[in-house]
């Protein structure tokens, strides 16, 4: 699976982006996907999933209410709409897959997912 994450960018504190992360190699419908996040000299950690279905998400609790994951399989393709940034949501994004079987769960830890994108740099102004 290749992963190609792009949509980041330079925004004010209490603007919005919308992250895009395209797949291709297999059939992406099949997986679970997650968005991660790393600011500078931190680890990179979870922000948002969602199962195969769709029918499922999962967010961490600071931005929930203001990020939002969906997914369009015709274009194999999951979003992370983000909504009232702040300076603190800075860092590089990472969209991932889980290609393993999952049962409906969503994995927050960085090692239950097999291939990873780029990253695409989100930067929010103060």
């Known amino acids: 699976v290749q992963l190609q994450a792009y949509g980041g960018g330079l925004v004010q504190a209490g603007g919005s982006l919308r992250l895009s992360c395209v797949a291709s190699g297999r059939t992406f419908s099949s997986y679970s996907m997650g968005w991660f996040r790393q600011a500078p000299g931190k680890e990179r950690v979870f922000v948002a999933g969602i199962t195969w279905s769709g029918g499922s998400t999962r967010y961490v609790d600071s931005v929930k209410g203001r990020f939002t994951i969906s997914r369009d399989d015709a274009k194999n393709t999951v979003y992370l709409q983000m909504n009232s940034l702040n300076p603190e949501d800075t860092a590089v994004y990472y969209c991932?897959?889980?290609?393993?079987?999952?049962?409906?769960?969503?994995?927050?830890?960085?090692?239950?997912?097999?291939?990873w994108g780029q990253g695409t740099q989100v930067t929010v102004s103060s």
């Open positions: 991932a897959v889980h290609t393993g079987y999952s049962g409906g769960y969503i994995y927050s830890e960085r090692r239950q997912y097999d291939y």
